[in-house]
């Protein structure tokens, strides 16, 4: 049964900093592809970023524009976001999931992102 669990989000001011984790079990966490996906108010789920299983290559949505960064630890089965220089459009929750995801995949709760002043 696979489980996702994110977390590390919370309220930060424009232009703070924020470091995403999400810890996946009931996969073969090392040979997949994992990314991370955002949820705003009232839009649809939309690709953040992606990392390859062995960590080597990075991939990210052109709105990132250098402010994310995607790693991981296969020996935790889990992956990161740090997520610098936030602005309110960046207001989200948060998921990781593997990457391509596919409707059969299950999600986790995600973890709320607020950038607010």
């Known amino acids: 049964q696979v489980q996702i669990v994110e977390s590390g989000g919370g309220l930060v001011q424009p232009g703070g900093s924020l470091r995403l984790s999400c810890v996946i079990s009931?996969?073969?966490?090392?040979?997949?592809?994992m990314g991370w996906y955002r949820q705003a108010p009232g839009k649809q789920r939309e690709y953040v970023a992606r990392?390859?299983?062995?960590?080597?290559?990075?991939m990210y949505a052109d709105f990132m524009e250098e402010r994310f960064t995607i790693s991981r630890d296969n020996a935790k089965n889990t992956v990161y976001l740090q997520a610098n220089d936030l602005r309110p459009e960046d207001t989200a929750v948060y998921y990781c999931?593997?990457?391509?995801?596919?409707?059969?995949?299950?999600w986790g709760q995600g973890t709320q992102v607020t950038v607010s002043s």
């Open positions: 999931n593997v990457a391509p995801v596919y409707d059969r995949d299950p």
């Open positions: 009931g996969i073969a966490f090392k040979a997949k592809s």
């Open positions: 990392i390859a299983p062995d960590g080597q290559q990075t």
